[in-house]
Antibody, heavy 121, light 108 residues
Framework: QVTLRESGPALVKPTQTLTLTCTFSGFSLSTSGMSVSWIRQPPGKALEWLARIDWDDDRYYSTSLKTRLTIAKDTSRNQVVLIMTNMDPVDTGTYYC?????????????WGQGTMVTISS | SSDLTQDPAVSVALGQTVRITCQGDSLRGSYANWYQQKPGQAPLLVIYRRNSRPSGIPDRFSGSSSGNTVSLTITGAQAEDEADYYCNFWDSSGDHLVFGGGTKLTVL
């Protein structure tokens, strides 16, 4: 059974750095074709893709947020970490990690439950 | 532009057919994926690679494309299909993923 679970702080102050961890099981990110992405959703708004990391350590970022984002993986611990700097209240929302269907870019077949992050002083 | 445009809201009578569209210049020659999201839940993949369904997704869900528009069709909409629907695609020119703005489907 494939599962993903996001973890991290629920409350972050403006200008601080957010670090989120996606811990997964049921697959290996060292397997050819595997990929994990982070996606967020402000309350009542649309989904927004943030970043992607592939099995071979290729990394891709949202054009509008790339200067603030870093994605990394720890294959031995089955974890993917997202770091977002200079947080702002507009970054408030639910942050999801999701596994990409092998070989089908953008098709996320398994999602974590999401973690709500509020940016406030 | 790699933006994807969806109608904000669509309604359908119970048992009828509804088409939800997603439009974008960069969709020409690309495939899109579709997600269903109910309140308080994570999105659920319902169509991938234009017209493939993950296991467990009812066959009343289908996908198609024409020019710069991709569509999700629900044939015989059920009450449980009431949800937000999002399209997405990978913009290979910019190496990033784009989501549409979402369509709220109401089943009357």
């Amino acid at each position: 059974q494939v599962t993903l679970r996001e973890s991290g702080p629920a409350l972050v102050k403006p200008t601080q750095t957010l670090t989120l961890t996606c811990t997964f099981s049921g697959f290996s990110l060292s397997t050819s074709g595997m990929s994990v992405s982070w996606i967020r959703q402000p309350p009542g708004k649309a989904l927004e893709w943030l970043a992607r990391i592939d099995w071979d350590d290729d990394r891709y970022y949202s054009t509008s947020l790339k200067t603030r984002l870093t994605i990394a993986k720890d294959t031995s611990r089955n974890q993917v970490v997202l770091i977002m700097t200079n947080m702002d209240p507009v970054d408030t929302g639910t942050y999801y990690c999701a596994r990409m269907l092998r070989g089908v870019i953008g098709a996320f077949d398994i999602w974590g439950q999401g973690t709500m992050v509020t940016i406030s002083s | 532009s790699s933006d994807l445009t969806q109608d904000p809201a669509v309604s359908v009578a119970l048992g009828q057919t509804v088409r939800i569209t997603c439009q974008g210049d960069s969709l020409r020659g690309s495939y899109a994926n579709w997600y269903q999201q109910k309140p308080g839940q994570a999105p659920l993949l319902v169509i991938y690679r234009r017209n493939s369904r993950p296991s467990g997704i009812p066959d009343r869900f289908s996908g198609s494309s024409s020019g710069n528009t991709v569509s999700l069709t629900i044939t015989g909409a059920q009450a449980e299909d009431e949800a937000d629907y999002y399209c997405n695609f990978w913009d290979s020119s910019g190496d990033h993923l784009v989501f549409g703005g979402g369509t709220k489907l109401t089943v009357l």
